[in-house]
């Protein structure tokens, strides 16, 4: 990694510009409650992509990852998707913006391979050969999914942007391949 591009990589709120800027140093990553790569250029309008992202086909969505860094050409990351599906901050519809983008980006349908239902009223659409996952969390506002807890698949300790309703954490340590009990 060049230096300019290791100064890049300095803010963890940041993970999908990280993403789609070092498809080469990750192999995946999560976003929660995010906006679509360069859904916005300024603040003002990050305000409004906020609320109602723009009209982009999967392409156009997919091409703004891949222009920010053109010249690779390697396996690019796979990517969790969690959304509240009552956040007023950031708009259900930015969840489904970004499974398009990364459905294109990855070059998978954009129909759900598999759908199942987990905890706390939460949808899992898988895309591909799990490259893509989006969950959508019925009644969650906007916030970190965690679920107080000692079991397993339990996590964290709500409080104000983490709300109690399913453990993020532990499903993208399945995802990411790091939760033993799944090997």
């Known amino acids: 990694m060049t230096g300019e ?12 510009v990280m993403l789609a800027a070092y498809p080469d140093v990750f192999a995946a990553g999560s976003v929660a ?5 360069r859904c916005a250029a300024s ?18 969505w997919g091409d703004l990852v891949r222009a920010a860094y053109p010249e690779y050409t390697g396996p690019r990351p796979r ?3 969690w959304h509240g599906q009552s956040d007023f901050t950031v708009a259900p519809a930015n969840g489904r913006e970004l499974r398009d ?12 391979a598999a759908v199942s239902s ?6 899992l659409e898988v895309y591909g050969a799990d490259q893509v996952r989006l969950y959508q969390v019925t009644g969650m506002g906007h916030g970190l999914p ?5 079991d397993a698949d339990q ?9 109690d309703t399913i453990c993020s954490a532990y499903h993208d340590a399945v995802f990411f391949g790091v939760d033993r009990s799944h090997t």
């Open 5 to 16: 591009k290791a100064a890049g990589a300095v803010s963890a709120r940041h993970r999908l």
């Open 33 to 37: 409650a995010g906006l679509p790569y």
């Open 43 to 60: 603040l003002s309008q990050a305000s409004l992509c906020q609320y109602a992202p723009p009209e982009r086909t999967p392409r156009q």
């Open 79 to 81: 990517v969790a998707i």
């Open 101 to 112: 983008q990364f459905t294109d980006v990855l070059g998978v349908p954009p129909r759900p």
């Open 118 to 123: 987990l905890p706390a009223g939460t949808k």
């Open 146 to 150: 965690v679920d107080p807890g000692a």
């Open 155 to 163: 996590c964290g300790s709500a409080a104000l942007y983490f709300l």
